[in-house]
Nanobody, 119 residues
Framework: QVQLVESGGGLVQAGDSLRLSCTAS????????IGWFRRSPGKEREFVGH????????IYADSAKGRFTISRDNAKNTVYLQMNSLKPEDTAVYYC????????????WGQGTQVTVSS
């Protein structure tokens, strides 16, 4: 079992930055791809991006490209989502999730952290 806990959310103004963290316990994250997702009120859950276990490969949704960066520190069992130039439409609950292989079903999910961007 992998337990994931997100942190770092909060209320910011448009144009600000936030860094979310996803910390694992139970097992090392080094063998897992870690994805970030978000859900805004009234919308479906949206893929934000993911990072391979090696940290050398990342994929981003179009809405995140150029503004968001995913990184990981396997020694700390933590994955980060750096969000810059935040917009009100980035307001959502952000979740991290883990999967053993790219294209697989994410098996483990955190409880989410709220990000609110005011205009």
């Amino acid at each position: 079992q992998v337990q994931l806990v997100e942190s770092g959310g909060g209320l910011v103004q448009a144009g600000d930055s936030l860094r979310l963290s996803c910390t694992a316990s139970g097992r090392t994250l080094s063998n897992y791809y870690i994805g970030w997702f978000r859900r805004s009120p009234g919308k479906e859950r949206e893929f934000v991006g993911h990072i391979a276990w090696s940290g050398r490969s990342t994929i981003y949704a179009d809405s995140a490209k150029g503004r968001f960066t995913i990184s990981r520190d396997n020694a700390k069992n933590t994955v980060y989502l750096q969000m810059n130039s935040l917009k009100p439409e980035d307001t959502a609950v952000y979740y991290c999730a883990a999967v053993m292989s790219a294209g697989g079903t994410y098996n483990y999910w955190g409880q989410g952290t709220q990000v609110t961007v005011s205009s």
